[in-house]
């Protein structure tokens, strides 16, 4: 079975400092691992997928395939990055359904 | 930059009664999912749609639920007797469909919380 899993709830961290959110998965193969985001009151919107290997905002996360984590990072904080966070994953391959974590809260303090 | 659109926002029904909500994916994109978040828990798939048929259920998707798209642009998502464990937020998300590349991305709608009495 497929899962996700997100160990924080609510993670508060101070403007500047460093940022990592943590997730870990469980999947029978080779999958697509995500980060979406959903700030106060607008959609879940996708932040960054593991394929594309891009910098979002300041954020990365790269695969851990002996620990399967994908874990979220970001070297100093910004206000703006208050939002909820999930850690999803799917299959490689036909747009598969998402299986989502709980997600985690990050607060950002000024 | 296009969006995918729920309507209501809010839907209040009385147990027992069926309810459709409704969804406009993204135009050009021709895969359609639902998903669904109860309170203070994960959120969680039900369904995906392609090329007029369901692709894929979850065990929540039982015979009580249905979806359909009744023309090009919507795509609906009925629940025949609403029960009060279906009281959840309902994010219907879109993608396109180009193997060659993939996996693609799925956008979300802003969702639809319904509340059932």
């Known amino acids: 079975a497929q899962r996700v899993t997100q160990p924080e709830k609510l993670l508060s961290v101070f403007i500047g400092a460093p940022v990592e959110l943590k997730c870990n998965y469980s999947?029978?193969?080779?999958?697509?691992l995500f980060w979406y985001v959903q700030y106060s009151r607008q959609r879940l919107q996708l932040l960054l997928r593991h394929i594309s290997r891009e910098s979002i905002k300041g954020f990365t996360a790269d695969i851990n395939k002996g620990e399967t984590s994908f874990h979220l990072k970001k070297p100093f904080a910004q206000e703006e990055d208050s939002a909820m966070y999930y850690c999803?994953?799917?299959?490689?391959?036909?747009?598969?359904?998402?299986?989502f974590g709980t997600g985690t809260r990050l607060t950002i303090i000024p | 930059e296009p969006e995918v659109t729920q309507t209501p926002s809010h839907q209040v029904t009385q147990m027992g009664q069926e309810v459709i909500l409704r969804c406009v994916p993204i135009?050009?994109?021709?895969?359609f999912y639902w998903y669904r978040q109860i309170l203070g828990q994960k959120v969680e798939f039900l369904v995906s749609f392609y090329n007029n048929e369901i692709s894929e259920k979850s065990e929540i998707f039982d015979d009580q639920f249905s979806v359909e798209r009744p023309d090009g642009s919507n795509f609906t998502l009925k629940i025949r007797s609403t029960k009060l464990e279906d009281s959840a937020m309902y994010f219907c998300?879109?993608?396109?469909?180009?193997?060659?590349?993939?996996?693609?991305?799925?956008?979300f709608g802003d969702g639809t919380r319904l509340s059932i009495l």
């Open positions: 999947y029978s193969g080779s999958p697509e």
């Open positions: 998300a879109s993608s396109e469909a180009l193997r060659d590349r993939g996996n693609q991305p799925q956008h």
């Open positions: 135009s050009n994109h021709l895969y």
């Open positions: 999803a994953l799917s299959g490689l391959w036909g747009n598969e359904k998402l299986t």
